[in-house]
DNA sequence: TTATGCGCGTGACTTTGGTCACTGCACTGC
DNA sequence: GCAGTGCAGTGACCAAAGTCACGCGCATAA
């Protein structure tokens, strides 16, 4: 949000932030708490996410540094929407809102980054939308699958998740993630021994996960 | 988004601003579509929606004038997200992204009031997100009539849409609104005959609404 | 009047996903 | 070794939602 602004503007903020570690699991801010201020993450990664009263929950996004978190409310007044969580070391610089809607009027061009960075978000919300909406479990699974191959680079990885972890991140639960992987391995589209996965139809998993939605 | 502006601010956009008329259940503009510029509605109603490639739609949020529509796109240059379209007769001002660029950089509280904009959106997408995920249909039915209730003032109303239309509001099927619309009557919280809708039991269907998700 | 189309109700069926309960396995600490 | 613990697999079951097919009633046009 801030890359390629010009030092003064850097040096302004970093005058006024306020750092803050948080370990690994650590809440940031839960969903409904008032909004004093925005994060900045320095290191790290934090997930932003939605709980239901069940205890289910929904990924919304995973934000990894550099990024801003919870933009949202600094602008409108309100509660953050979501909570954030730590999903590994974090350092965050924290700024109130008064300074930042001040640093807002002295510098134009950081209301304007901010709009990319929500439009970024809107789009990336209305997609989570149509895949919850349209979509089953068995495509997320399939995306994330082959999103983790993409990372490693390779078709074999280990799963950096349990499956409760990922039932928790498509917003469904531990069984229908056994249950899925398990059809996957069965129709042929990957192999599985213990935490290893080796994708052995790519093209297969990702016309599951592009299915007639 | 620009209420209460400067009159200078509102006099520039009206100069660069072209008035384009539409008529009812006509399309403003698809999803995927290319982003030339922002629409200012001064009259009427839209809805923006997403479709599955089944046919099965997703109300986003509907918007009445005064609103602004298809801001997302215009600071990140991408397509439009969603499809829009007119559900009255609607009249609406085109601003080229060129000019609304222009005049964010001359007038900053223009990017500010956007910025209010988007957090509203992004909450509104947020909730959303939340009852498609761990809420259902019934729940965001009795929703549905709640509101109605609440816009006619009495307990009796008549529908205004099919039931067509209000499956595809919530992104489901005829059949399903049917078989709700009978199971609520069934349980004494409605009472329908032909589009009238009474409701016989208010603080049931709002228990409905809000059920332990 | 008849034909046509639309909205609606409904029954039968399938699929998906969620719940419960239990088992087994691997790892750790004692 | 053994108990404790967290993760994974799985069968039985249920509920919600989607699909298919059909019939009915009503309005409007031919």
Known sequence: MFAGLE??????????AAARPFT???????????CD???LLVEGSVKIFKTSSSGRQLTLAVETAPATVAEVPLFDGGAYPAS???????????????????????????????????GRRLRALVALLETMTFGSVRQRLARVLLELA?????PTFALPWTHQEIALNLGTVREVISRNLNRFQMDGF???????VTLADREG???????EI
Chains 1, 2 share one sequence.
């Open 205 to 211: 998993l990702q016309r599951e996960a592009e299915a």
């Open 37 to 39: 201020g925005v994060f």
């Open 84 to 118: 954030v969580q730590a999903v590994d070391s974090v350092v965050a610089l924290f700024i109130h809102k008064r300074d930042f809607r001040a640093i807002c009027l002295e510098h134009p061009e950081v209301p304007l980054r901010a709009l990319s960075v929500f």
């Open 150 to 154: 993409d990372q490693t680079g390779g």
């Open 190 to 196: 990957i192999r599985m021994s213990h935490r290893e």
């Open 24 to 34: 690994t699991g650590q809440i940031l801010f839960n969903e409904g708490d008032p």
């Open 7 to 16: 030092p003064e503007i850097i040096q302004a903020l970093a005058q006024r």
